[in-house]
């Protein structure tokens, strides 16, 4: 496999501006399938007269917007005259997918709407309530709209006012509410980034079960130490397949786009009918708000708090605790929910008056932040029973005359209160640091430990 020039990505990754002209969109897939990432290989496909400029850019957006298909996800492609380095990114069936690191010659914008339009149009799940937008420029929005965009609810009429400002031209099917994350995806300036390699299936599979050797991908973690969320130890499962029946066959992250192809290759599954490298913004935190002064539901939160209540287990599995955020509201419901499993029993191990940090995303109704992660700054002291008080005349242990009525002496009816029983420290079972759910529990966004530690 020809080997993909990690310097010239990292200029990609910087947003080097240049010549190229910015094709994006969102919105075309549903519940019931496609994939807006396999979109992306179709417009490569379609517009191959014009080179591909940088990496395809896939942008996850805010993941509490209510009217969301999966992982709300847009994209972004650049095309025109290209120069500078050369790189394979790619593959579908035979023909191989380059892409360069400079542009001298913008592509004709009206060749590639009107291109990008019929494939819209094709491959768009409109009758299963997809509603897409497309939008081509050659200039890039504001990043201002790519944080609103991924923090909070921006409204269509907003967007369309920025690109009007660009010069910018949309199409837009069903509503066209896919034109707010295509902007979005296009206007985004990367302050952390990784990548993904997504690889896909051929179209006479779509639907039926997928086979891919979860052995290789539990391998991949050792193998390839730069990539990330591969598999899920605590349910034995892969962690890169899609539930869904979409395109795809499986998507292997990372922050290296070098190790990715290699990655991919090593994974056993059924035919690979094409492949492509993506920069993403998954795994960046991008959506967490860090600074805020109210909280507003449908939006993610880092909130720093003492644990008010004990946490209690709710029918279903969920555990539930109230957490004052340190005199910037009133007490905050936090929820560890039942797919997160083992993470359940880190949040069942706080007590009143732990310090933490918790990362989620504020549930409108009921009002509970859901916990993607969390951070134990301080642990309280907790103190158990160790024995009976003793006697000071006997020094025999005493027995207890009754729930709240304390104790005596057997011996000599010496009494003594409840609050003379002999304690000793608990162990608490968790310690200062942070913690995170299983790999399948994780969100395309969440920054894993694995990268924030590392």
């Keep these: 496999m020809e080997k993909v020039n990690a310097r010239s990505e990292g200029v990609d990754a910087r947003d080097k501006e ?9 919105d075309t897939d549903s519940i019931e399938g496609m ?30 917007v209510p009217w969301k298909t999966r992982g709300n996800g847009a994209v972004c492609l650049r095309f025109g005259k290209g120069s500078g380095a050369r790189n394979p990114i790619g593959r579908i ?32 799940r409109v009758e299963e309530d997809a509603s897409p937008g497309l939008v081509a420029s050659l200039r890039k929005p504001s990043q201002d709209l790519y944080w609103s965009t991924v923090r909070d609810i921006v409204e269509k009429k907003a967007v369309l006012a920025e690109l009007e400002r660009i010069g910018a031209r949309t199409v837009e099917l069903a ?10 995806a296009m206007a985004w300036r990367p302050r952390d980034r990784t990548f993904e390699v997504l690889a896909y299936r051929g179209e006479d599979r779509w639907g039926r079960e997928r086979f891919v050797s ?42 290296s786009v070098e190790d990715l192809p290699l990655a991919m290759s090593s994974i056993e599954s059924e035919p690979v009918a094409r492949w492509l490298l993506f920069l993403t913004n998954q795994g960046t935190d991008d959506h967490v708000i860090w600074k805020w002064q109210r909280l507003v539901p449908n939006r993610s939160y880092a909130v720093k708090g003492t644990v008010s209540t004990a946490p209690e287990t709710h ?23 039942e797919p997160s499993k083992h993470f359940r029993d880190v949040v069942r191990s ?20 859901n916990i993607e992660k969390l951070q134990v700054l301080s642990l309280a002291d907790v103190w158990e029973k160790e024995g009976n008080p003793v006697c000071p005349s006997c020094g025999k242990h005493m027995k207890s005359v ?15 209160s409840d609050s003379d029983v002999l304690l000793i420290r608990a162990s608490r079972g968790i310690d200062v640091g942070w913690y995170e759910p299983p790999v399948c529990s994780r969100r395309h966004l969440s920054k894993p430990l694995k990268r924030m530690m590392g």
Excluded at 175 to 184: E, F, K, L
Excluded at 315 to 337: R, T, W
Excluded at 350 to 369: F, H, K, W
């Design 315 to 337: 029918k279903g599995g969920h555990v539930i605790f109230k957490l004052d955020p340190l005199g910037s509201g009133p007490l905050l419901d936090c929820a560890a929910y």
């Design 214 to 255: 979860p052995e290789t991908v539990e391998a991949l973690d050792f193998r390839f130490p730069t990539t990330f969320n591969n598999f899920d130890r605590v349910g034995g499962r892969a962690a890169i397949t899609p539930n869904s029946p979409c395109p795809v066959l499986f998507g292997i992250r990372g922050d």
């Design 18 to 26: 240049d010549m190229s002209m910015y094709l994006a969109f969102d």
């Design 402 to 416: 009754g729930s709240g009525q304390g104790y005596r002496c057997r011996r000599c009816s010496t009494k003594a």
């Design 350 to 369: 706080l007590a009143v008056g732990d310090r933490i940090v918790v990362v989620g995303e504020l549930r409108e109704s009921p009002r509970t932040l």
């Design 35 to 64: 994939c807006t990432t396999f979109l992306a290989t179709e417009m490569v496909r379609f517009l191959g007269e014009y080179d591909l400029i940088g990496l395809p850019r896939l942008v996850r957006l805010n993941p509490a």
């Design 175 to 184: 509503g066209g509410r896919g034109v707010i994350g295509a902007s979005a």
């Design 93 to 124: 069936g035979e023909d191989p997918i380059h892409s360069y690191t400079g542009c001298s010659k913008p592509a004709d914008m009206d060749v590639v709407l009107e291109r990008g339009e019929e494939m819209l149009r094709r491959w768009s």
